[in-house]
């Protein structure tokens, strides 16, 4: 080999390992878990003012309260806290004394909620959350879970909280690609796990949390200890000849009863954004009042509340809430998660993991335990008396004493 082609050939290897160098490092930075705090910009939260100053109001019905939606007086009266009284930035130190962080995975910006306990031999759970919540969620109940001690609890009952915004949500990215449905949300939370050193870990969820923990059962079983549900979906067993055929009377009444009652009722809002998410969301992306009004028509009707929406949820968490889908504009990509599920349907595989189901008597629906355990490998069925859909934040206290007995045998 001549001089010029040795002189060739140490350059070729120099830029192919200085290439490997570079590649590797760029796969580093994205994979690197990065500290977060939330500040949003004081131009985003001026412009929030004037639309709350010049929020144009519907009429209503004389004398229908919330019959036709979300009532014209809490309404108003609601704004007006919002303007006068509601402190943004005093709720986001609040949700910056959080350990929050980012990472990369598959191409997305996840945000999430890491709260590792004191206790060494803390059991790692990650717990997510569904429409329409968010992280915020969990605010009630990572102190006892993580720290249970301090909480009059006992020290082998901790875990090391995880909990994520899911794609699409607060301030994680939005997915771009269509088809991003609830089982892609699993493949992120496995990736996060695994991103955090978790070989081992529980899984808790409702609503899409729900969907999403399923999935983390069915398909991370070698990493999942046992998952824990406050909502689940399942319907009678398909195959069967007579899927009512051992189930209680009072359960079969009870399950149809919040059927009929979903159906007639509740329902039109996931047809909504399981069609149409794109055209829902310029409304609700431009007017913060017609954001606050479709959200918290929700927490009021699927709450244990009895009606006082206040009796579950002051206007400062309520307001929160709303406020992390309208800082990041995530209203329309949230909703988009029904669109992808609709046209994309889930991988209902069968959960062989240990499973417990808290039953909350205000839950949006109300499936036969038979029924579930066609699905679901059931080892712990609490029936809860008091609490609705959000139960985290309606009963914290009753969902934390809940998850500490259902990963005693786990641990």
Known sequence: MNRSARAALIVFVFSCFFSNVEAQQQTSQEEAVRPFQIQVDDTVLKDLRERLDRARFPDQIEGSGWDYGTNLGYMKELVDYWLTKFDWRAQERRLNQLPQFKTRIDGLDIHFVHQRSKEPNALPLVI????????????????????????????????????????????????????????????????????????????????????????????????????????????????????????????????????????????????????????????????????????????????????????RFSKDELLTNVMIYWVTGSIASSTRLYYETRHHPLAMSRVNVPTGVAVFPGELVFTPRKWAEARYNITQWTEMLSGGHFAAMEEPQLFVEDLRKFFRSLR
């Open 128 to 311: 997510t959350h569904g429409w329409p919540g968010s992280f915020a969620e969990c605010l009630k109940v990572i102190g006892p879970l993580t720290d249970p001690v301090a909480y009059g609890g006992r020290a082998e009952d901790a875990f090391h909280l995880v909990c994520p915004s899911m794609p699409g949500y607060g301030f994680s990215d939005k997915p771009r690609q269509p088809g991003f449905n609830a089982d892609q949300v699993g493949e992120v939370v496995t990736k996060l796990m695994a991103r955090l050193g978790y070989t081992r870990y529980g899984a808790q969820g409702g609503d899409w949390g729900s969907a999403v923990t399923s999935w983390l059962g069915a398909h991370d079983a070698e990493h999942v200890v046992g998952i824990h549900l406050n909502m689940v979906w399942t319907g009678p067993p398909p195959g069967v000849a007579n899927p009512d055929e051992g189930v209680p009377a009072w359960e079969l009444e009870r399950a149809k009863k919040r059927r009929e009652w979903w159906q007639q009722g509740e329902s039109g809002y996931g047809e909504i954004q399981g069609t149409k998410p794109q055209t829902l969301g310029y409304g609700l992306t431009d007017s913060p009042v017609g954001l606050a009004a479709w959200i918290i028509e929700k927490f009021r009707a699927w709450s244990d509340s009895g009606g006082n929406i206040e009796s």
